[in-house]
């Protein structure tokens, strides 16, 4: 770090520059750190699991809707809402 200040002071007309990214990047250190010490970056199984069974509920509720109450203009706007929250949820 006392080399990439040298090079700071050595080019003044890029100097203000280079601090405020030097300044930023230690900035995103402390950052990293702190969400690590928390345990942001640690997954978790079951949201994921939960994610998935949201995903085919709605997609099985599309189908079902279609299946059930057949192909009118209600049941086909309701099936499409299920079929589009569950490619939505799907991104």
């Known amino acids: 770090m006392n080399q990439q200040v040298m090079f700071v002071v050595q080019t003044k007309s890029s100097a203000c520059f280079c601090f405020y990214q030097l ?3 230690e900035d995103f250190h402390e950052l990293r750190e ?3 010490k928390s345990g942001l ?3 978790n199984v079951t949201f994921y699991v939960a994610i998935m069974a949201h ?3 709605f997609d099985a ?3 079902w809707t279609m299946k059930t ?3 009118g203009w209600l049941s086909y706007f ?3 809402v299920f079929l589009a929250t569950a490619q939505v949820r799907s991104l």
């Open 23 to 25: 300044a930023l990047l």
């Open 61 to 63: 509720l599309g189908w």
């Open 78 to 80: 309701v099936a499409s």
């Open 69 to 71: 109450f057949g192909t």
């Open 41 to 43: 970056y640690r997954r």
């Open 55 to 57: 995903i085919l509920f």
């Open 34 to 36: 702190k969400v690590e």
